[in-house]
């Protein structure tokens, strides 16, 4: 069981990257009135068969050669579920996959989001040929973050330069703290 829903996040969004796809978004969003906390991340990748995604939650079913199961989306699964929340993935092959988890925010076994700000930010830096957009909504206060648009700004200037890196970096962590307002999710 991983420590933090920031490293599910992690997790899955992998899959997007070893699925090929060139866009992926992710949300989060919280929405305290309504006790609520859900993880949406869709990407343009290849796509399952219906048999693939009925499988997916197996923890003895992976499509890697390299190991014999696959316990990401298992436990990302009982995670949301075992808070009173919901979980569900839904794809199409040559489209693309949707996972999207909820939880209830004050469910005592509710992990803590954790490092989601390390979490894209590792992500965008380390797969710059892939573009993402990530959202981040806490009540009514959201922000957006879209590599195309900072890729258009920066005109071919790499997002895993150093200076451009640090940028992204500073971007998430002051974003995310004027979102929060002292909410810690």
């Known amino acids: 069981m991983m420590t933090e829903l920031a490293l599910n996040v992690l997790d899955v969004t992998e899959n997007?990257?070893?699925?090929?796809?060139s866009l992926v978004h992710v949300t989060v969003e919280a929405d305290t009135d309504k006790d609520r906390l859900v993880i949406l991340i869709e990407d343009d990748g290849c796509g399952m068969t219906e048999e693939q995604v009925a499988s997916v939650v197996d923890p003895f079913f992976t499509t890697r050669t390299t190991r014999k199961v696959g316990l990401g989306i298992p436990f990302y699964k009982y995670a949301a579920e075992s808070t009173g929340g919901s979980f569900s993935i839904t794809s199409e092959v040559g489209v693309g996959t949707k996972v999207r988890a909820e939880f209830v925010l004050s469910h005592v076994d509710r992990m803590p989001l954790g490092d989601?700000?390390?979490t894209m930010h590792t992500l965008i830096t380390f797969n710059t040929h892939i573009d993402f957009v990530y959202t981040y909504c806490v009540d009514e206060r959201s922000f957006v973050l879209d590599t195309r648009e900072f890729k258009e700004?920066?005109?071919?200037?790499?997002?895993?330069?150093?200076e451009v890196s640090g940028y992204i970096e500073t971007f998430l962590i002051e974003n995310t703290a004027e979102v929060n307002q002292g909410i810690i999710l």
């Open 16 to 21: 997007s990257v070893r699925a090929e796809a």
């Open 116 to 118: 989601m700000c390390g």
């Open 153 to 162: 700004i920066l005109e071919g200037v790499p997002l895993d330069e150093p």
